[in-house]
């Protein structure tokens, strides 16, 4: 198993922003990664890869603890990430890095734990026991 610790994830409204593109008359919205997105995913590989992280082939079990942020006043912050969004901030964060995409994943835990003074969230990975042939 592999255990490291990633920075406050940024919200996935700020982890991607849209843009319309006008090319020969004709429109499109172009999703990409912003510059704070960007930060983040350039710190969790090197974080993960520090850490011990490679990439797994098969399927994966990951564990994600989100530790909210702590007040001026040494108080649990009352305005944080939903589970499910520090998730997906992660998941994508750490695709080729601990795992070639995240449809490996097979089991996800989402954990809210004790607040720290500048948040964060633990990673625990680990390859799964069984197969995902014919999934």
């Known amino acids: ?8 994830p940024p919200s996935t409204n700020r982890m991607w922003r849209t843009r319309v593109v006008t090319t020969k008359g004709r429109s499109f919205v172009q999703t990409y990664l912003s510059k704070e997105g960007a930060e983040f ?10 850490a011990g ?21 040494g108080e649990p912050s009352k305005v944080r990430l939903d589970l499910g969004n520090a998730e997906k901030v ?10 070639n995409d995240d449809k490996q994943l097979a089991r996800i835990l989402l954990v809210l734990g004790t607040p720290k003074p ?4 633990t990673v625990e990975i680990e390859a799964a026991e069984f197969s995902l042939e014919g999934v």
Request: charged share 20%.
């Open 90 to 99: 992660a998941s994508d964060a750490l695709n080729g890095i601990a795992w």
């Open 118 to 121: 500048d948040g964060g969230l």
């Open 53 to 73: 992280a490679r990439i797994i082939d098969g399927p994966v079990n990951v564990i994600y603890t989100l530790h909210p942020k702590v007040t001026k006043k």
């Open 1 to 8: 198993m592999t255990i490291f610790q990633l920075p406050y």
């Open 41 to 50: 995913k350039e710190a969790a590989g090197w974080i993960a890869k520090a």
